[in-house]
């Protein structure tokens, strides 16, 4: 009998030490599956910013053109466009910018840089070169859509990273 009593607390220390391992192994796997849930989280809030830019920058492309085709088709200038369209143009560039910034956090100073740039030409097109012959608003856009399809580029590549 004095072998099971001894035994009791060999089974108890055993049986805590099991179960510390358990509540550890249980912790640890909660922990990356919070991960897994938050990177899916952020890649799908990425993937949906991306989708918006995407979008905002077609509509910016649209609008100017109709301003560039008012101003310089009717012959009258550019006094033919509607003050309150040119804010709504200038407001959906300030979106894209906003929607660039938050894209650009992910990235580098480069990648920044560029679409910090890709904000300023659309900008300047909103607000001066559609007023300009269809050439010069041609060539502006041509340099907008490189940058576009460089920031387009980017979006997708982050988007199929593994770590994101």
């Keep these: ?14 049986l805590a ?8 192994y ?3 796997s909660h922990g990356r599956n919070l991960e897994v849930v938050q990177r899916n989280v952020l890649r799908a809030e990425y993937l949906r910013t991306c989708r918006d830019i995407i979008d905002a920058y077609f509509q910016i492309k649209m609008r100017t053109y109709a301003m560039n085709e008012a101003a310089i088709n009717h ?7 509607d003050p309150l369209v040119q804010r709504e143009v200038e407001a959906a560039v300030f979106k894209f910018g906003a929607l ?8 580098d ?12 030409k659309l900008l300047a097109i909103a607000r001066e070169t559609y ?4 050439v010069d608003f041609d060539k502006a856009y041509g340099e907008a859509d490189t940058l576009f ?11 199929r990273l593994s770590f994101f």
Excluded: H
Aim: with cysteine; net charge positive.
């Design 1 to 14: 009998m004095a072998s099971s009593t001894n035994a009791l607390p060999i089974v108890s220390l055993c």
């Design 17 to 24: 030490g099991l179960s510390l391992g358990a509540a550890a």
């Design 26 to 28: 249980q912790s640890y």
């Design 75 to 81: 012959g009258r200038g550019p006094e033919v466009v």
């Design 100 to 107: 660039g910034t938050f894209l650009a956090n992910f990235r």
């Design 109 to 120: 100073d480069i990648v920044r840089e560029r679409y910090t740039q890709l904000s300023w």
């Design 131 to 134: 007023k300009q012959p269809r």
């Design 149 to 159: 399809g460089e920031m387009n580029e980017d979006c997708a590549r982050t988007a």
